[in-house]
């Protein structure tokens, strides 16, 4: 089974900029589809970025033009680069992974906290 880990949250000032990284105990195939989630108090875990296997890339709308989410599969890594960063985005960062294109997610990391203020 694959443990995710993610670091680099942290408080940033409105504006600013942070990256987040998922590092994984075992291998990260190519054909895997890794996930960016967040979870605010009180609010769902809502999606806000995917990678797939191919490559394709897909983001929630209000995060398209400012995060991007990469992959280095030999340091079994994902990352996501997190820029012009907003109040609404504070919330516990997850790194999500599964082995089909489709389907439910097999494992998921502890979070990271982003906490954006004014």
């Known amino acids: 089974q694959v443990q995710l880990v993610e670091s680099g949250g942290g408080l940033v000032e409105a504006g600013g900029f942070l990256r987040l990284s998922c590092a994984a105990s075992?291998?990260?195939?190519?054909?895997?589809?890794m996930g960016w989630f967040r979870q605010a108090p009180g609010k769902q875990r809502e999606f806000v970025a995917v990678?797939?296997?191919?490559?394709?890339?897909n983001y929630e709308e209000s995060v398209k033009d400012r995060f991007t989410i990469s992959r280095d599969n030999e340091k079994n890594t994902v990352y996501l680069q997190m820029n012009s960063l907003k109040l609404e985005d504070t919330g516990v960062y997850y790194c999500?992974?599964?082995?089909?294109?489709?389907?439910?997610?097999?494992?998921w990391g502890q979070g990271t906290q982003v906490t954006v203020s004014s």
């Open positions: 999500a992974q599964r082995r089909l294109a489709y389907g439910p997610w097999d494992s």
């Open positions: 075992g291998s990260i195939f190519r054909s895997d589809t």
């Open positions: 990678i797939y296997g191919g490559g394709l890339k």
